[in-house]
């Protein structure tokens, strides 16, 4: 072999190598060559991780990647987009679109499976004319309506435990009873519960029922009879106690909205007080702090503890009539009985990035959307009732939504405990509860 071609051979070996070096060095870097663009690229990843059920099957652009519960997809080009989905066996699939961005991982750490059925134990068999029912939070107590004017009360860590009904203080008959709506009768403690009362005198009042004691306490004649008199104000309390929502706000006080106004009431200590909100649609509470729609469309927020009032801005649909804070108070949901909409009251910097105060719509229905509405205790998800069909839907709107249904249950009523994943539903006149963590 001659010198000039060592030389040429030399000279190819090295181009080789610096150009494969290159490569390699460009590899390492991140950079992808992409071929619709023709060119190298930086490469983003997708982490997906699913946080219920642990052990899930992920695929990405239909094929398997692991069936450990979480991934790390790397090397993936910002000009295409991918498909991730999650499953397991009896559970409903869970799938999103995602396109990446260059040089980050694009983050969905919170995937939750629900189950395809619902699988339940019966809490209180069918009973003729029950229509309505109330869990305490601790899971302990069960009230329930027969027809449209008795209630009975159970204590369920008792299986000897027999149904008591319960009497007021009158000799009146009852004409209805009803349970404050989404469950929000009971007090914290678990200890009381407000029911609303009308007799055949066309008389309707809201009651205070103490379980430790078994005694009533009438709130709207504590109210119009001492907590009205007993508070002179520039600006006059309204006198009838007719509110269309109650809270409660800490162990002795309740927050009631009437005349389109809030009021706090401090049940112990027999006062009332003006919080200065008008024109209130609904409101929510959340340790020192409320949230209200203000008509027509103003989401407002109020520190009780500083007495300070800031607007969130408007909704993201019109005439919401409802709104309900998340578990740890950092969002809030709201409906108008055909939308459901979320707002951020914290910032997010992981997975679905969101600013204070942004908003977005999360589900719309050609059906009316109830208002048992409840945060699943991860607090990405809103559990609703559309008509009796019970659903699920994630608050994560990149994309797409996830949504979990049930169509072959017919449900009359939801009742969720988020603190304690137990989910009660009340279906052909037995209250069920689903068998398992939901």
Avoid at 100 to 125: C, D, H, M, R, Y
Avoid at 213 to 241: D, G, Q
Avoid at 320 to 329: C, M
Wanted: proline share 3%; charged share 25%; no cysteine.
């Amino acid at each position: 072999m001659t010198i000039r071609i060592r030389r040429i051979l030399l000279g190819i070996a090295v181009v080789i190598f610096l150009t494969a070096g290159s490569v390699l060095l460009v590899y390492a870097r991140g950079y992808r060559w992409d071929f619709s663009n023709n060119n190298f690229v930086l490469s983003g990843a997708i982490y997906v991780k699913s946080t219920y059920p642990k052990e899930t099957e992920i695929t990405y652009n239909s094929k398997v990647y692991n069936k450990k519960g979480s991934a790390l997809i790397k090397n993936l080009l910002p000009s295409k987009k991918y498909t991730i989905n999650v499953s397991k066996e009896t559970f409903q699939t869970w799938g999103k679109e995602f396109q990446v961005t260059a040089g980050l991982v694009t983050n969905t750490e919170n995937v939750i499976l629900f189950p395809k059925q619902l699988q339940s134990q019966i809490v209180w068999p069918e009973t003729q004319g029950l229509n309505d029912f109330s869990i305490s939070n601790d899971k302990k107590l069960i009230a329930i309506k027969i027809d449209t004017a008795k209630i009975l009360m159970r204590d369920l860590t008792n299986i000897n435990a027999t149904s008591t009904e319960l009497k007021f203080p009158d000799k009146l008959k009852n004409k209805s009873v009803n349970f404050l709506e989404n469950n929000k009768g009971w007090s914290k403690n678990s200890q009381k519960l407000i029911v609303l009362r009308e007799t055949t005198r066309a008389i309707k009042n809201w009651y205070l029922y103490d379980s430790t004691s078994n005694l009533f306490t009438n709130l709207t004649t504590l109210y119009e009879k001492k907590l009205v008199l007993k508070n002179p104000s520039p600006t006059p309390l309204p006198t009838k106690f007719l509110p269309t929502e109650l809270r409660w706000f800490g162990k002795n006080s309740i927050i009631a909205l009437i005349d389109a106004k809030l009021f706090l009431i401090d049940v112990k200590e027999e006062k009332v007080t003006d919080l200065n909100f008008s024109n209130i649609q609904s409101f929510d509470v959340f340790e020192n702090k409320i949230i209200a729609i203000k008509n027509p469309n103003i989401l407002l927020m109020m520190d009780s503890a500083i007495q300070n009032i800031s607007a969130l801005g408007e909704t993201k649909f019109e005439n919401p009539n409802f709104i309900e804070f998340s578990l740890e108070g950092d969002k809030a949901v709201y409906s108008n009985g055909k939308n459901i909409g979320v707002i951020w009251l914290k910032e997010v910097t992981n997975g679905q990035i969101k600013k204070t105060n942004d908003q977005e719509l999360v589900y719309q229905s050609n059906e009316t959307i109830r208002r048992e509405m409840f945060w699943h205790h991860f607090d990405e998800y809103v559990l609703f009732s559309e008509e009796q069909l019970f659903k699920t839907a994630e608050i994560d709107t990149r994309s797409n939504v996830n949504i979990a249904s049930w169509p072959e249950n017919k449900i009359d009523k939801v009742i969720y405990l988020p603190k304690e994943s137990k989910l009660y539903i009340l279906e052909n006149s037995t209250v069920k509860v689903f068998d398992g963590e939901f």
